[in-house]
């Protein structure tokens, strides 16, 4: 029986974090104190890849924690992947994007890929031994997927790759890429894509240099290129054709994830400004007892509760493959990232002069907050995705 008196709905508890999410969430917390949070700033400041921080996730298996455990991961659902990007993001969004660009990476494995690509991929992915990134954006191909021009060309057992990439996140410290490229010109998003795996060794492929960001400067964004690259059919993600679908399919589930990340930069920014409103002193007390930074700390408090409930609606939508979840996937990246960039901002207000300069992380988490509405998807993007949902549906 509820609190209430009527009988429990058992559907109540369709999302709701049982006891072992929010142990795990707790021992997530444990090492971002540790291991973490006390490199953040640098992180930022030098804007190189945390390999320590790398390796201390590896040791805790929270690197790439959605990988089923038949191929050697610790089979996490989305609701606990989201827990880690979340709790990591809450200190430093940089590095929470390993385990989100993990996911992003090998997800299409995981929706389309024969098992011997899953057999092949997924352990070296699990034991930390390589990361995996997601190549769909190119210079002139962002919002507008489908115009991408990065070819795939069959030639007899083999395909050849050339073209591309942009703004792909994890480049370069990635072994491993989902890529996708036109295998029929004509056809484009309606049959015309196919997704494959490529490796850092494959000849003819090579890393731009880092691109220079505004945040999330730990985790390098670079261009890729292709110049001949061969690979075998067995690479191949999916039937010939199917590219466009998966891209899309996998993106539902890893907005989600944007979500978590988007909700834990906003928390983050939240505890530091409430921490400060109470220590900070003006007028003779703290500013914390003014109505006027009151109402502007339950605002953020409230709107990130919001998007963290959505979020975590979205991620048992995820788990459970609902059929709304394209609406989900894309209203929890929209209202999480949003949130994020309202929160962080306001948490700037509220440390004032202080809360501007680079010795204080909202600056920063601020900074970083920015790109949650931008990658993934616009969030303009996300609202034709929505919108095309909602007619489709009502319509
Ligand atoms: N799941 C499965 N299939 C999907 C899908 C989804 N969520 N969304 C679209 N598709 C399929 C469609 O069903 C259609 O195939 P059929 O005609 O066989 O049914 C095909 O893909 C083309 O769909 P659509 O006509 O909607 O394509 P558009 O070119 O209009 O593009 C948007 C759709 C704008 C939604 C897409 O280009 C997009 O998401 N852009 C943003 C890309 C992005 O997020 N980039 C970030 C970089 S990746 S980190």
Avoid at 270 to 297: N, S, T
Avoid at 369 to 388: D, F, L, P, W
Wanted: charged fraction near 25%; proline fraction near 4%; include cysteine.
């Amino acid at each position: 029986m509820s609190s209430t008196g009527s009988p429990a709905n058992p559907d109540f508890d369709l999302y709701r974090p049982t006891a072992e999410h929010e142990l795990l969430r707790e021992s997530v917390r444990a090492l971002v104190a540790d291991k973490i949070a006390p490199r953040a700033a640098e992180i930022d400041a030098t804007a190189q890849f945390p390999w320590d921080v790398y390796d201390a996730l590896v040791r805790s298996d929270l690197h790439a924690i959605h990988v089923p455990e038949q191929y050697g991961g610790a089979g996490a659902d989305a609701l606990a992947t989201c827990i880690v990007i979340e709790e990591v993001a809450r200190a430093c969004a940089a590095t929470s994007l390993i385990p989100a660009v993990n996911k992003l990476g090998s997800l299409p494995l995981l929706l389309a890929g024969t098992e011997q690509l899953r057999e092949t991929y997924l352990p070296r992915l699990a034991s930390g031994e390589e990361m995996f990134s997601y190549a769909l954006s190119e210079p002139e191909a962002g919002s507008d997927a489908g115009s991408m021009r990065t070819r795939a060309v069959r030639d007899g057992e083999d395909w050849v790759l050339d073209g591309t990439k942009r703004w792909i996140t994890g480049a370069g410290v990635s072994r491993l890429y989902t890529v996708l490229a036109v295998t029929d010109p004509d056809k484009r998003t309606r049959g015309g894509i196919t997704a494959f795996v490529v490796e850092a060794d494959d000849e003819g492929f090579s890393v731009g240099a880092p691109e220079k960001k505004l945040g999330i400067k730990g985790s390098p964004t670079c261009e890729l290129y292709f110049d001949g690259v061969r690979i075998p059919d067995s690479r191949r993600i999916g039937e010939v054709g199917e590219g466009f679908r998966i891209a899309m399919a996998t993106l539902d589930h890893t907005r989600v994830t944007i979500g978590a990340q988007a909700v834990g930069i906003a928390q983050g920014a939240l505890d530091y400004a409430v921490g400060y409103a109470k220590e900070r002193k003006q007028f003779g007390r703290p500013i914390a007892d003014f109505q006027g930074l009151q109402f502007l700390l339950a605002d953020m408090a409230m709107k990130v509760t919001a998007a963290r409930e959505l979020v975590y609606v979205a991620a048992a939508k995820s788990e459970r493959g609902d059929a709304d979840l394209t609406y989900f996937g894309a209203a929890a990246k929209c209202v999480a990232s949003d949130t994020a960039m309202a929160v962080t901002t306001d948490a700037v207000q509220v440390v004032g002069g202080y809360g501007y300069v680079k010795d204080y992380p909202v600056e920063r988490m601020m900074r970083d907050a920015k790109i949650t509405q931008i990658y993934e998807g616009t969030n303009q993007i996300q609202r034709i995705v929505a919108a095309r949902e909602l007619l489709r549906v009502t319509g």
